[in-house]
Antibody
């Protein structure tokens, strides 16, 4: 059974940092790009970042460039999202997902990040 | 950025009837389109990719069509479990600038 388990969300003040984690089981993790997608409360989906199989290629949506960093550890079947300089508008549920070609076929359950003073 | 526009925002349909959801791209994306279903409190689920290919274990009542800028998701005979929000996503550009539509809420009439 394929499982993606997201964790690391919580309440943080503007300007603060959080590190999200996603542990994957049941699939060949090191063979796939991985991605993060977020969803603000009551809103639609927004692609945030993705990372190549070997970690040597990474891409970000413009609104998080320079603040967020995606990384992975293939030995731990894990992908991470380091989020710095957080803003109120970063408040969302963050999902990790496996990227099959350029769409997303397996998703984690999501972890809520709330940025508020 | 490619803007994806879904219509209608809300669609009310009776169980057993057909539902037709639309998605329009601001420029041609060939067939680089996926559809997702999301129920409250759950992660999205992939339904369709490459505009018309059903994902694994997706029932045959779900079908996708279109290319270029106009796309359609059809659910042939609505079941109770199909009432949800549906999103389209384009993946035409590289480097990635993946974008989603704003969603169509399919509700019971």
């Amino acid at each position: 059974e394929v499982q993606l388990v997201d964790s690391g969300g919580g309440l943080v003040q503007p300007g603060g940092s959080l590190r999200l984690s996603c542990v994957v089981s049941g699939l060949s993790f090191s063979s796939y790009w991985m991605t993060w997608v977020r969803q603000a409360p009551g809103k639609g989906l927004e692609w945030v970042a993705n990372i190549k199989q070997d970690g040597n290629e990474k891409w970000y949506v413009d609104s998080v460039k320079g603040r967020f960093t995606i990384s992975r550890d293939n030995a731990k079947n894990s992908v991470y999202l380091q989020m710095n300089s957080l803003r109120v508008e970063d408040t969302a549920v963050y999902y990790c997902a496996r990227q099959e070609w350029r769409y997303f076929d397996y998703w984690g359950q999501g972890t809520l990040v709330t940025v508020s003073s | 950025e490619i803007v994806m526009t879904q219509s209608p925002a809300t669609l009310s349909v009776s169980p057993g009837e057909r539902a037709t959801l639309s998605c329009r791209a601001s420029q041609s994306i060939r067939s680089d389109l996926a559809w997702y279903q999301q129920k409250p409190g759950q992660a999205p689920r992939l339904l369709i990719y490459a505009a018309s290919t059903r994902a694994t274990d997706i029932p045959a009542r779900f079908s996708g069509s279109g290319s270029g800028t106009e796309f359609t998701l059809t659910i042939s005979s609505l079941q109770s479990e199909d009432f949800a929000v549906y999103y389209c996503q384009q993946y035409n550009k590289w480097p990635p600038r993946y974008t989603f539509g704003q969603g169509t809420k399919l509700e019971i009439k």
